[in-house]
Structure formats: C-alpha cells, structure tokens
C-alpha cells in the first residue's frame, strides 16, 4: 500500500481576505446577538398575519436567538470544505503557473466570496429579528427608529 501526498495550492489574496472577513462577521454576529440576548422578550413572535401582528410565540432561548450564527458556521464550513477540495492536488506540488492550479484558485476564489456573499445576508438576518422581537411586529423599523435600536437598546 503506498501512501499518497496532497499539497494545497496557495489561494488567491482575494480568497484570505474574504475568509477573514467570514470569520469577523460570524463572531460580530454571535457578539451582537448574546449581547442583545438579556434585552429580548421572554417570548419571541415568530409568526405574523398580513397585517404584521403576531400570531405565533416562541420561548426566548440561546439556541433560538443564536440561529443566524449557527447558519453562517454552517455555511463557512460547507462552503470552505468546497473551497479546500478546489485547492488540494493529490500528486504532491505542481507549478503555481500551471493553468488547473489557477483554475483551482479561481475556483476556490469564487466559492468563498460566495459564501461570504450569504455570511453576510445572516449577520443582516440576525440583525433584522433583533428589530423584529424587540418591536413585536412583522417589519422592520423605520431608519431612525432601526438606528436607536442599534444603539441604544
């Protein structure tokens, strides 16, 4: 049985920048979201009729106000396994130049901006059911009142 080596083609500046920016926004979320934890309602509206008032209540509880969070981890680890396995090469190194490892980079490139993409849309999700819970009504706030919700509360 012989053993074979993988190597890692190098990504793109690209590629960590938005990998770092991932890792900013998941822990900005998870930040936010337990520091706005203690001012939430003990029950949370999670169904609305048409006209914006709720019909449905759930109870407060960490795992249910930190669901965007466990959203994003999902997607940077799905989305960041994709991204590895675009880099690994199964025959050890190659030449940086060679058109499959700029490919691969490419590639890779594409998944994680992808995934920072929608990383991004939860931060903005969890920030939306912040306003929501804290109003008790469908919609989000007008843009001063968001903003003293943001601040303030």
Do not use: C
């Not at 080596?5 to 979320?29: C, E, K, N, Y």
């Not at 669901?67 to 799905?78: E, G, I, N, S, W």
């Not at 030449?95 to 994680?112: K, Y």
């Not at 920072?116 to 469908?138: D, K, P």
């Amino acid at each position: 049985m012989s053993a074979s080596r993988v190597s890692m083609v190098w990504p793109t500046p690209a590629t960590r920048v938005a990998l770092a920016l991932i890792a900013a926004i998941v822990i900005g979320s998870g930040t936010f979201l337990l520091g706005r934890y203690p001012s939430l309602p003990w029950l949370l509206p999670v169904h609305f009729r048409r006209n914006g008032v709720p019909d449905g209540w759930q109870y407060k509880t960490h795992l249910r106000v930190m669901l965007p969070v466990f959203v994003q981890l999902a997607l940077a680890l799905t989305f960041g396994a994709i991204g590895g396995l675009l880099l690994s090469r199964p025959h050890g190194t190659r030449d940086a130049d060679a058109p499959d490892v700029r490919a691969a980079a490419a590639a890779a490139e594409a998944v994680i901006l992808i995934a920072l993409i929608w990383v991004a849309f939860q931060a903005y999700a969890g920030w939306a059911l912040v306003q929501i819970w804290a109003v008790g009504r469908a919609g989000l706030a007008s843009g001063t009142a968001a903003w003293r919700l943001w601040v303030w509360s």
